[in-house]
């Protein structure tokens, strides 16, 4: 299980490793990642995210509950186009 740094949620930790291994992967020129989730105790939420090694977030359900402030996304017509 990762170890938290004081003054981030357990979500804010997981999506700053995820962004990191998309980084590195992308700096090395190929990279293969997997990405799962799971309801544990408690409605907790266990994030595994495995990208060489495994690194194991546990949110509480709390955290899953409030609004997250949406990027844009050329996807989606709300942003730039990647091209």
């Given at each position: 299980?990762?170890?938290?740094?004081?003054?981030?949620?357990?979500?804010?930790?997981?999506?700053?490793?995820?962004?990191?291994?998309?980084?590195?992967?992308?700096?090395?020129?190929?990279?293969?990642?997997?990405?799962?989730?799971?309801?544990?105790?408690?409605?907790?939420?266990?994030?595994?995210?495995?990208?060489?090694?495994?690194?194991?977030?546990?949110?509480?359900?709390?955290?899953?509950?409030?609004?997250?402030?949406r990027a844009a996304?050329?996807?989606?017509?709300?942003?730039?186009?990647?091209?």
């Amino acid at each position: 299980m990762a170890k938290l740094s004081a003054g981030r949620s357990a979500l804010d930790h997981a999506l700053g490793r995820l962004v990191a291994e998309v980084y590195d992967g992308v700096r090395h020129g190929y990279f293969e990642f997997g990405l799962t989730c799971e309801v544990v105790n408690q409605e907790r939420r266990r994030l595994t995210i495995r990208a060489g090694k495994t690194y194991q977030f546990t949110i509480p359900k709390e955290d899953c509950l409030q609004p997250v402030e949406r990027a844009a996304d050329s996807c989606d017509g709300s942003g730039d186009s990647a091209d």
